[in-house]
């Protein structure tokens, strides 16, 4: 007779993030920061696209030695983050902005917004950056909706116009997402 399989086991968040990473005063909170700080680094580059060598470019405000908060990172390539002339520390972020021709804030906003959920009219409503979704009637259930208004977030995320398994983006896919995403701001 044989005997069962051990159940599957569950990975949490903290297991994710090596340990030497972790300073053992650190929360939840500063977890949940390197995950998002992760998940910048998941992105292309706002620049040109790369999808490789991506950093967090923290672009907040911040006193002397100290850097701006986690939610004021922005997915920059190194050459745009840190070595290249037109690098977002050689330039400075004004001059950043009106070289590449992008909004720091509105970009720090779109990444950390979220969605909301009501009911009107016997349907799920959903609202993500000033905008109206109808999600479908309130038989179809919360969860449905919540799962709906999800996908229509990761949609607006998904600013990299990579085939999967492709290791460079179409780059003229991607400016024309980026002006798409710039044109609802």
């Given at each position: ?89 050689k330039l400075g ?12 804030r509105a970009v ?33 259930g919360i969860r ?42």
């Amino acid at each position: 007779m044989t005997t069962p399989a051990p159940p599957a086991r569950q990975i949490s968040p903290e297991q994710m993030i090596p340990k030497e990473l972790i300073r053992k005063s650190q929360k939840m909170k500063s977890i949940r920061k390197l995950l998002y700080l992760a998940w910048i680094r998941t992105l292309p580059c706002l620049i040109c696209g790369r999808t490789t060598g991506i950093e967090a470019a923290h672009t907040g405000p911040h006193g002397v030695g100290q850097k701006s908060p986690d939610r004021s990172a922005i997915p920059l390539c190194i050459r745009h983050h840190r070595t290249g002339r037109d690098s977002y520390h050689k330039l400075g972020p004004r001059v950043f902005e009106r070289r590449h021709n992008i909004d720091i804030r509105a970009v720090v906003a779109r990444l950390n917004s979220r969605p909301s959920i009501h009911i009107e009219s016997g349907s799920f409503v959903g609202r993500y950056l000033d905008e109206d979704y109808v999600l479908g009637p309130v038989q179809i259930g919360i969860r449905s909706a919540v799962h709906r208004m999800l996908s229509i977030k990761l949609e607006d995320r998904d600013l990299c116009s990579s085939a999967e398994g492709a290791t460079e983006p179409d780059i003229a896919q991607f400016l024309r997402i980026r002006e798409r995403l710039y044109a609802r701001l």
